[in-house]
């Protein structure tokens, strides 16, 4: 008999709603339906396989490709509570045996494990043995490949859901057409499962892209204004995360480096500091976030762009998992720009593949060149239409734009008379009619255009250069040096048939990014705040585990605000579940409220939060009354705390039904019966 997943939602993992999405994916899993959902980063995927395992007879085993990721996954589910363990390579004897003694007794509900377990002969025969009834496959698009992180022993999921005749749950945060089908040919042997493709949009992640100008000094002051929160600094190569990690630490930050070049133990280091640490900063290039299911990162910052509007999406959704406030801020610039056209065509993919690069790149620059709200172009991207979102900085500060068609048509002009053989520096100085050596030496002085863009200054042809480079009007070409080559996309323009607008902005006025940061909570509850998780930091030291296994960010900022006074309101907050009240309640509530609480009988304590708690309360209350019966001289009598809550639990209406509850009886229904029942009437 199936458990009720909407009970389990609030008593287990402490949510008094599901996320939008989450339950008709909660319910497809527990019909048994193979199930495909599509969702966001941090739009809590893990829920709508975890909640449906707890339901369901038998054992749910996850493949997912991290063992970092796995680990902090088992780790989470213990602290609320929940039987999980993992199967991986970075298991120690002492661990592997005790998951095989849970899998055993038949006490364990979920078991982790990575696709390369699969290729062993003896894996299938073990999971026939322990009962398993539902295959969860987390990052789904490692079956494509055609994705940027394939990977092959996913390949072996679709013959085990065949060996072992189970349904499935595939989930992905990033899935377009192509590899959507990928996923249903490999996973589901062609036969369409029942599909979610849940909104991208995550609306409380502030976006903002600004032009390179001293990047480092920008990306600086970005980390000045949040300091003391937890944040990833994404660089493009190994070298610069660790002078910006140095330079970080210089100006009093916590931060550390991470890259694939570092020695693994040193790595591993990195990812233990960030998981445990408030506060720390990590500069690293991208092979860093994928294994951190951290849900209070509260920012993150590209120090240089990104290769795709795929990997800028799934990098900035590493920040806000808890869905509290976070923010985002991409520099970008020409040179940017001029590498990653440079890696795509210098690249061993065939040519259609480096078309399709191309245009993923150009939906990135279109959103970094976007005149409007930002999260309308990218969840364009995604096709999925919005309102302007009030969260992004175009929607923050609207950016002036100019009819550029004149300016577009000079650039041009001047890419094409000089041979398509020159970069936009020369280009600018022929355009604003700066005779260098260079401009002379090729009597590029005495072409028409030289001197035509004098109406522009330096900057800001360096803007228009920019413009034109993100639209894709023009190419740098590896051949010659990144020389600039006009495309087809341009040749409109040049004829006059078409017009085009830019931004006017130059790279002074385009990259101060905001330095108003949005407070975690009101200035009157952030003491508070800072008392919450200095409590939470001191308990998970102590336990050794994540500061966000204790508690998010979240939970604590919704302590802060409305100051629970009791067990039972402590019950209600975000993320406390039964066992988390049980473990943390009474230190945290002591926290807010200076004073520590009485004990709370275990029996009470599973009532806390609800209806029935106020009723076992009524019921004790009236039980002490009528101990020595109405008149004080009679014999003592009483209930004990569990019969106590079958009471309040079962709610029996009439004496005989009251009578039939273990440990009350004759006696005691004689003497307490009436007045029990006038309680739950009146309940």
């Keep these: 008999m199936q458990s009720d997943p909407r009970a389990l939602l609030q008593s287990v993992f402490g949510f008094p709603a599901f996320r939008p999405g989450q339950e008709e994916i909660v319910d497809a899993v527990l019909a048994g339906r193979n199930t ?15 909640l449906p395992a707890l339901c369901r007879s038998g054992v749910t085993v996850v493949i997912s490709p991290l063992i970092a990721l796995m680990r902090d996954q088992v780790r989470a589910l213990r602290a609320t509570g929940v ?18 003694a849970a899998l055993d007794a038949g006490e364990m509900k979920l078991l982790y494990m990575a696709p390369e377990r699969l290729a062993a002969s003896a894996t299938v025969p073990m999971l026939r043995r322990i009962g398993v009834s539902l295959i969860a496959v987390d990052e789904a698009h490692c079956v494509s490949q055609w994705g940027h992180d394939f990977r092959p022993d996913y390949l072996r999921i679709g013959a085990l859901r065949a060996a072992l005749d189970v349904p499935l749950a595939a989930f992905t945060a990033t899935a377009d057409e192509e590899t959507r089908g990928e996923i249903v ?24 892209f600004a032009v390179k100008d001293s990047p480092r000094a920008q990306i600086m002051g970005f980390a000045a204004a949040r300091r003391g929160q937890s944040g990833i600094v994404y660089c493009g ?13 210089e100006d009093r930050h916590s931060a550390c480096h991470y890259h694939g070049g570092m020695d693994p133990e040193e790595r591993r280091r990195v990812e233990i500091r960030f998981q445990q640490e408030d506060g720390l900063i990590v500069v690293a290039t991208i092979a860093f976030g994928m294994g951190i299911d951290k849900p209070d990162i509260r920012w993150v910052a590209h120090a240089d762009l990104p290769k795709s509007i795929e990997g800028y999406y799934q990098e900035i959704g590493r920040a806000g998992r808890d869905s509290a406030p976070a923010e985002t801020l991409t520099l970008y610039g020409p040179d940017d720009i001029r590498l990653r056209r440079s890696q795509i065509d210098e690249g061993a993919a065939p040519p259609d593949r480096k078309a399709a690069d191309h245009a993923r790149l150009n939906a990135l620059l279109g959103l970094a060149e976007a005149m409007a709200c930002r999260r309308q172009v990218l969840l364009g991207y995604f096709g999925e239409t919005s309102t302007p979102c009030g969260n992004c900085d175009l929607c923050d500060r609207p950016v002036a734009v100019f009819d550029a068609t004149d300016a577009v048509r000079k650039a041009l ?27 002379k030496e090729r009597g590029h002085d005495q072409l028409p255009t030289y001197a035509v863009g004098r109406d522009l200054s330096k900057p800001a042809w360096g803007a228009v250069f920019r413009q034109m480079m993100g639209r894709d009007l023009v190419r740098p070409d590896p051949d010659r040096h990144g020389a600039l080559r006009m495309t087809d996309a341009a040749r409109p323009i040049l004829r006059g048939e078409e017009r085009i607008s830019l931004r006017q902005d130059t790279i002074s006025s385009a990259t101060a990014p905001r330095v108003t940061v949005k407070a975690m909570v009101a200035e009157e509850h952030a003491d508070l705040l800072s008392a919450l998780k200095a409590k939470r930091r001191a308990l998970a030291e102590a336990a050794g585990v994540p500061a966000y296994v204790v508690f998010p960010d979240r939970t604590l900022i919704e302590m802060a605000e409305t100051r629970p006074a009791t067990l039972d309101q402590m019950m209600g907050i975000t993320g406390v579940g039964a066992k988390k009240l049980e473990s943390y309640g009474a230190a945290f509530l002591a926290v807010i409220t200076g004073a520590a609480s009485a004990p709370m009988h275990p029996a009470r304590r599973k009532l806390a939060g609800q209806d029935a708690g106020a009723i076992f309360d009524r019921l004790a209350e009236v039980q002490l009354a009528l101990a020595r019966g109405a008149d004080g001289t009679g014999k003592h009598l009483s209930c004990t705390h569990s019969t106590l809550r079958q009471i309040a639990e079962t709610r029996p209406g009439t004496l005989s039904d009251l009578d039939r509850i273990t440990g009350m009886g004759g006696q005691k229904t004689e003497r307490f019966g009436a007045a029990f029942l006038q309680v739950l009437a009146e309940g």
Excluded: Y
């Design 36 to 50: 495909l959902a599509i969702m966001p980063t941090g739009g809590g995927k893990s829920l709508c396989f975890q």
């Design 83 to 100: 039987n999980a363990g993992a199967l991986t390579s970075g298991n120690t004897d002492d661990e592997t045996e005790e998951v095989f």
């Design 185 to 208: 040919n490999r996973l589901f042997g062609g036969v369409a499962p029942s599909t979610f493709l849940r909104g991208f949009d995550r609306p409380n992640i502030h976006l903002a």
């Design 237 to 249: 190569t190994r070298a610069k995360t660790e002078v910006l990690a140095q330079a970080l630490r």
């Design 413 to 439: 002009s001047a890419v094409l008379r000089t041979g398509e053989w020159f970069g936009a520096g020369h280009l600018i100085d022929i355009l604003t009619g700066n005779p260098t050596a260079k401009v």
